[in-house]
């Protein structure tokens, strides 16, 4: 309860101080996944309950919203095994992918401006200035290659005897990772500032 009340308390606050339409969105995503990611006990499930939310950023922060969503899908893969949902996973996970790629061209919509990535700059300001819309678009290619890859391992492979829940426990890691990093972007998005008119405009 501490972990989980602790992690929405930033998000909450700012929205006090600014109650913006677009504040109230940020809080939202980032309430749902705080208490995602620690209340006590959840269910592979319940992520959509913090993708609800998130798909309101979907014209703000395109990519990120079509990553996550694409990670909340794999995080329940070994559900989907269980209830022989191999391929209904795989045919829907393919089509979201290319349609929200070429469709609604995730991928040109990706400078740092966009991504609102300007308050990492001042957060790593101790490093050489960097490409960082670049290094987001190898990360998501990295992404989807290892949900790509852990999918096929699920399905193919035997884990050894000693370690039956080899592949559960890598896909649960996996899809924590990713939905830590969303709720950390999301927290420090919300801090940076409302999104620029010109943004605004470009989405409309």
Request: proline fraction near 7%; charge should be positive; charged fraction near 10%.
């Amino acid at each position: 309860m501490a972990c989980t009340l602790l992690a929405i308390l930033p998000s909450s606050v700012r929205l006090l101080m600014k109650p913006t339409f677009w504040q109230f969105k940020l809080a939202l995503a980032n309430s749902s996944l705080a208490f995602f990611l620690f209340s006590y006990q959840v269910h592979e499930k319940s992520i959509l309950l913090a993708a609800l939310p998130v798909c309101l950023l979907l014209s703000d922060l395109p990519l990120t919203v079509i990553w996550f969503l694409q990670a909340s899908t794999f995080s329940m893969l070994p559900l989907f095994l269980k209830d022989g949902l191999l391929v209904p996973y795989v045919v829907t996970s393919l089509a979201f992918l290319f349609f929200s790629i070429y469709l609604l061209s995730a991928l040109e919509h990706c400078s740092e401006e966009e991504l609102r990535l300007g308050a990492y700059h001042k957060l790593l300001f101790f490093l050489p200035k960097l490409d960082l819309a670049c290094i987001v678009r190898w990360k998501f290619y990295i992404s989807v290659a290892a949900m790509a890859g852990l999918s096929i391992v699920s399905v193919a492979l035997v884990p050894p005897p000693h370690l039956p829940d080899l592949f559960p426990v890598l896909v649960s890691t996996t899809g924590f990772l990713h939905f830590l990093g969303t709720f950390i972007y999301f927290n420090i998005v919300q801090f940076s500032g409302p999104p620029s008119r010109k943004n605004q405009k470009k989405n409309d």
